[in-house]
């Protein structure tokens, strides 16, 4: 691969041997696959937890010195957690969210593009409100892998013009 970036589209890319294209796309569904795994297994795992059936979870992540937001966004949360009605929104509503994204394996562009953004929200508002940035970065990336499919150039993209053909030949 000689790009400069990741960003250039890869002219060589048809040109490449088939055992390349197959060790690309292996990398990428095993990937798509751990990570889906890890959702599957953030939800599930939360199910047999007292403290997530009953929607409260929060309140208690709220109150820890460690991970609670500083003033004023931790009195805000206290609130919405405290109450019934919010601290299950958004303890279900977590749950929800991880479930959702463990399908998006085998979903469409639309939905997967839909769950992108909800993931990449989710995420951030783990890091915001518990400081978790390290890992909500982390996982915007496997959001990336997982969910942005590889498309096939067109052929247009794949011809090379006359003045660039020429260069390559300088190098």
Partial sequence: DRRRHHWQLDRGYPSRRPVAKVIAYTALALCAI???????????????????ANGTVLWY????????????????????????????????????????????????????????VAGALFHLGIAVCFGLWSFSTTMLAALLLYLVRPSRPTAAEIVVPADEALSSFDE
């Avoid at 751990?34 to 997530?52: L, M, N, R, S, T």
């Avoid at 709220?62 to 009605?85: C, H, I, K, N, Y």
């Fill in 34 to 52: 751990q990570v889906c795994v890890i959702y599957f297994h953030a939800a599930v795992g939360k199910f047999a937890v007292e403290e997530w």
């Fill in 61 to 116: 992540w709220f109150q820890d010195p460690t991970f609670a937001p500083a003033e004023p966004l931790r009195t805000l949360m206290l609130g919405v957690v405290g109450s019934a009605a919010g601290g299950a929104v958004l303890a279900y509503g977590s749950l929800l969210i991880e479930l959702l994204l463990a399908f998006a394996l085998v979903a469409g562009p639309r939905y997967r593009a839909v769950m992108l």
